[in-house]
């Protein structure tokens, strides 16, 4: 089956056996799966002496000057606002915007969908062992690793496949737009963080420098991995007391570095640099996986949209979605998180037209999910999926709703569940929680400028509250005060 129709397939390919349909014309919306329907919103009787207190807990523990501007939210279980600053103001969320492109996929996809990537050919290895051409067809799966695609190419020795007398062909032209988000600061293309994206996705689309010292004043040993020989290294770092070692691209576009400095002696360590280029990367990743394999090759590594009759030979699933989000969640993973952002628009959404795998389409899907479940969404600006972007909006109001509303779908349990529970593990593990800890479930963001925390916390007396804090103060990412409120905000909460 040709995979140029993969945006509007996407569903079908990767929720096969979820009991999901999907239509299959570029001139038709696609079904995903929308069986969300809410449950019944328990009202939690609040007295004028609880209101008060859900009040003064908030004030008295917000004193630090960082939230005399914030964006503060507090709701109950039917989504009534207990507590509002700024509800309506759009601010910087940093890492906390993941949540959105979170319930929207678990609620779009469903919590048991596999994303695909494919090792195809015009047809089975001939009699000598010979192929064609040999495809290596991208869904959008962000977790592929080079040992699981090294599991492929064996399989296709173990199959029978000799030679390739063809090319190494990738097709990801699922995504339609380029890699790097031109929204993100440019200093942030240099390191793994902000990896690109691409339908062909491979080791979290970066490399890895392993540098192992050797004995003080001779060089150290520098492995690329996965192997590709196309990657250029100038220079060799030495082995020394202090590590002083420095990678940096010598061109934008390039997969060519300058490695210099020097190793302590001891362990071997790692250095993760952003792959640009990703789909000839891999096709060229891929061939050398072939030579390892004694799979004969003298083609070329490009890239290409494949033929409508292949044959697949080999095929690699992701871990179901709800897996997926938990790790995007508890890691903070912006990879996960712009992958799926892309995935989400080839879906087309609730009702969309299909327009290709981009930020922009993802994003109408995800203010489609907003719109169709009622969540105001004042200032609202989705610039990307994972929140590293400066300019993406989002009001504490549109959180907290969010929140409110995607624990009350069929979702509810794995969305919950995918926060880490602050105080205990992820991202979230170093806030200083007392009767609150075991108690909250979060996530946090911060880059320059942006202090944010959003989850949930389970009440004694009045069930789960969501909480939305969002700062947006010069230098409030790394503010004490901050983290010290908020968590003392959560253990008077608890006690409701």
């Known amino acids: 089956?040709?995979?140029?129709?993969?945006?509007?397939?996407?569903?079908?390919?990767?929720?096969?056996?979820?009991?999901?349909?999907?239509?299959?014309?570029?001139?038709?919306p696609v079904a995903v799966a929308h069986a969300d329907t809410s449950a019944p919103l328990a009202r939690?009787?609040?007295?004028?002496?609880?209101?008060?207190?859900?009040?003064?807990?908030?004030?008295?523990?917000?004193?630090?000057?960082?939230?005399?501007?914030?964006?503060?939210?507090?709701?109950?279980?039917?989504?009534?606002?207990?507590?509002?600053?700024?509800?309506?103001?759009?601010?910087?969320?940093?890492s906390t915007l993941k949540v959105l492109v979170a319930?929207?996929?678990?609620?779009?996809?469903g919590?048991?969908?596999?994303?695909?990537?494919?090792?195809?050919?015009?047809?089975?290895?001939?009699?000598?062992?010979?192929?064609?051409?040999?495809?290596?067809?991208?869904?959008?799966?962000?977790?592929?690793?080079?040992?699981?695609?090294?599991?492929?190419?064996?399989?296709?020795?173990?199959?029978?496949?000799?030679?390739?007398?063809?090319?190494?062909?990738?097709d990801a032209t699922s995504f339609t737009t380029p890699e790097q988000n031109k929204a993100w600061a440019p200093d942030d293309f240099e390191y793994g963080y902000a990896a690109g994206t691409s339908a062909i996705s491979l080791n979290w689309?970066?490399?890895?420098?392993?540098?192992m010292p050797t004995r003080v004043g001779e060089p150290a040993r520098v492995t690329v991995f996965p192997a590709d020989p196309s990657i250029i290294i100038h220079g060799t770092p030495m082995t020394g007391y202090d590590t002083t070692l420095t990678i940096d691209r010598t061109k934008p576009g390039l997969n060519e570095f300058n490695i210099r400095g020097s190793i302590a002696q001891g362990w071997e360590q790692s250095y993760f640099r952003p792959v640009d280029g990703i789909p000839l990367w891999a096709a060229q990743v891929v061939a050398q996986m072939l030579h390892d394999q004694h799979i004969l090759f003298n083609g070329q590594a490009r890239l290409g949209s494949d033929p409508i009759a292949v044959q697949t030979?080999?095929?690699?699933?992701?871990?179901?979605?709800?897996?997926?989000?938990?790790?995007?969640?508890?890691?903070?993973?912006?990879?996960?998180?712009?992958?799926?952002?892309?995935?989400?628009?080839?879906?087309?959404?609730?009702?969309?037209?299909?327009t290709g795998g981009s930020e922009e389409a993802g994003a109408r899907v995800e203010r489609a999910f907003l719109a169709g479940r009622d969540v105001p969404t004042p200032g609202?600006?989705?610039?990307?999926?994972?929140?590293?972007?400066?300019?993406?909006?989002?009001?504490?109001?549109?959180?907290?709703?969010?929140?409110?509303v995607a624990d009350h779908l069929p979702i509810g349990h794995a969305y919950v569940s995918a926060f880490p529970r602050a105080g205990i593990e992820g991202t979230v593990r170093h806030h200083d929680l007392g009767p609150a800890l075991g108690r909250v479930h979060a996530k946090s963001g911060?880059?320059?400028?942006?202090?944010?925390?959003?989850?949930?916390?389970?009440?004694?007396?009045?069930?789960?509250?969501?909480?939305?804090?969002?700062?947006?103060e010069p230098y409030a990412d790394d503010a004490i005060s901050i983290q010290v409120g908020i968590d003392r905000a959560l253990d008077e909460l608890v006690s409701l």
């Open 1 to 28: 089956m040709s995979l140029r129709a993969l945006p509007a397939l996407l569903a079908l390919l990767a929720l096969a056996g979820c009991g999901f349909t999907a239509v299959t014309t570029d001139a038709q």
């Open 44 to 94: 939690t009787n609040w007295s004028p002496t609880d209101l008060a207190r859900v009040h003064s807990i908030l004030e008295d523990s917000l004193r630090s000057s960082y939230f005399d501007h914030a964006g503060v939210a507090i709701a109950d279980e039917s989504g009534r606002l207990l507590y509002g600053k700024n509800v309506d103001r759009g601010f910087a969320p940093a």
């Open 103 to 109: 319930a929207t996929s678990l609620a779009t996809l």
């Open 111 to 170: 919590t048991n969908a596999r994303l695909d990537t494919s090792l195809a050919s015009l047809d089975h290895p001939d009699s000598e062992g010979r192929i064609d051409d040999l495809w290596l067809v991208g869904g959008g799966d962000p977790t592929l690793d080079p040992i699981a695609l090294h599991d492929g190419i064996a399989a296709l020795y173990r199959d029978g496949v000799r030679r390739v007398d063809g090319d190494v062909i990738v």
């Open 205 to 211: 689309n970066v490399i890895e420098f392993k540098v």
């Open 313 to 354: 030979l080999w095929e690699h699933r992701s871990p179901p979605l709800d897996a997926m989000i938990k790790q995007m969640l508890f890691e903070s993973d912006n990879h996960i998180a712009e992958q799926l952002l892309r995935v989400l628009g080839t879906t087309g959404g609730d009702g969309l037209m299909v």
């Open 380 to 404: 609202l600006h989705i610039v990307d999926g994972s929140g590293l972007a400066e300019r993406d909006r989002i009001a504490p109001i549109t959180i907290v709703r969010l929140l409110e």
């Open 446 to 472: 911060h880059i320059d400028g942006v202090n944010s925390l959003v989850g949930y916390v389970d009440t004694r007396h009045h069930g789960r509250l969501a909480f939305a804090f969002l700062v947006n």
